[in-house]
């Protein structure tokens, strides 16, 4: 495995880091990786789901809601071919 090392850290944030291990019982490196890793995580749901800003304003509806909501309105979109003439 690869070994980083960090430089330059502000003593707040070492103090949370350490705060943090302490309270969960486990090592610095492991604390720090799981920091890594949970904020990459939140960017690929981000990034997968571009429209989740809009649906935390307006919601959304799941596939069986939209379906339901479709289904009594389908004879709205079909043509008239007489009014067409």
Known sequence: M?????????NETEKKIRREAKKKGKSLNKVILEMISQ????????????ANSLRE???GWSRKEADKFLEPIKSCEQIDEVMWK
């Open 57 to 59: 304003l307006a919601g």
């Open 2 to 10: 690869s070994q980083i090392t960090l430089r330059g850290i502000d």
């Open 39 to 50: 904020q990459g995580n939140q960017k690929k749901e981000k990034q997968m789901l571009p």
